[in-house]
């Protein structure tokens, strides 16, 4: 009778990074191991890595190379969530153009919190003649339909759906000319694994003084609004990034960042109150952006904040073990 293979009391992947995968720095740590959805390897839990020197978190190993392209591409799960109401956006905008009032598929808001938010530092409501915006994970085209309301040139980027297409000029990747004057970069980043090179390529496609708008979840309010895997699962969201990560990635490809959005009237507005995003606008510049001392710092103290919040006396007790010990246990548990 074949013999049971040991339980492994030391987890291990062969297919464990070496080097950070925005900044490629080997100075890595692993803080913790979280359970995931199985993936294509078999695998139930993940190490939580960070990185010393840009204060990147990822999902180590991660996912499979092009998990992400297929997921989110025209015929992928995402767009096909998503199939139904895109058909009934397409009928309506076909509708109304054979009546001869092509509206906006999605009409501007008379007030709009975010945009509103955004008015002191970005001329939205009031662009100068011929500028251009520019949305990176566009969507169906709802800040693009306001945009264009408003004046701008608007272009998106979508691999998902094409329903803003009927309307936006479709773009398959930034342009590095330096023609746009305003990107829009919502909730895409916390879907890469690369985030830096994303950055850096829109940076190529601002022109200099140009605007950037970025949101992502929120990690350093994890303690407060408690969803771990809104910030970080493994599959959908391979990575996360604190406040002071994300300003030193974007001081990396070149924008400075000049403003945090965090009023209150946006969270009671968009997340019904909760502290879930991280919203920044950055300018472009020519010039050298200071990078963060010690990047990671922020995210261990959230992520220890969270976790002694939320653990009780067996789980505190676990933490004190080495973090691959830690893992083969999660593993030994998700396998039965």
Known sequence: MPRAEPARVWLRYDEEASACPACASPRLTHLDAFSIPRDARGRRVSFLTGCYD?????????????????????????????????????????????????????????????????????????????????????????????????????????????????RHRRLESPPQDGSFDFVILHHVLEHLADPLDLLRRLAGATREGGALFVSVPRLDTLPQHGDFRYCINGRTHPICLSEVCLRGLLARAGFATTARLDQRELDEALTDGRPLRLRLVALRTAAPVPLPDDPLDSAVDALTRYALARAGLGARMQRALPVRLRAALMDRARAR
């Open 54 to 166: 840009c204060g990147l978190l990822f999902a180590n190993p991660l996912p499979v190379a092009g998990q992400a392209d297929r997921f989110y591409a025209a015929e992928g799960a995402w767009a096909g969530k998503r199939e139904a109401r895109t058909r009934r956006l397409e009928a309506t905008h076909a509708r109304r153009i054979a009546q001869g009032t092509p509206t906006p598929t999605h009409r501007p808001r008379r007030r709009d919190a975010l945009f509103d938010a955004l008015e002191p530092y970005i001329a939205v409501h009031a662009p100068p003649p011929g500028a251009r915006a520019l949305d990176f994970g566009c969507g169906e085209g709802k800040f693009l339909d306001r945009l264009q309301a408003w004046g701008w040139d608007t272009c998106g980027i979508e691999p998902s759906a094409g329903v803003a297409f009927l």
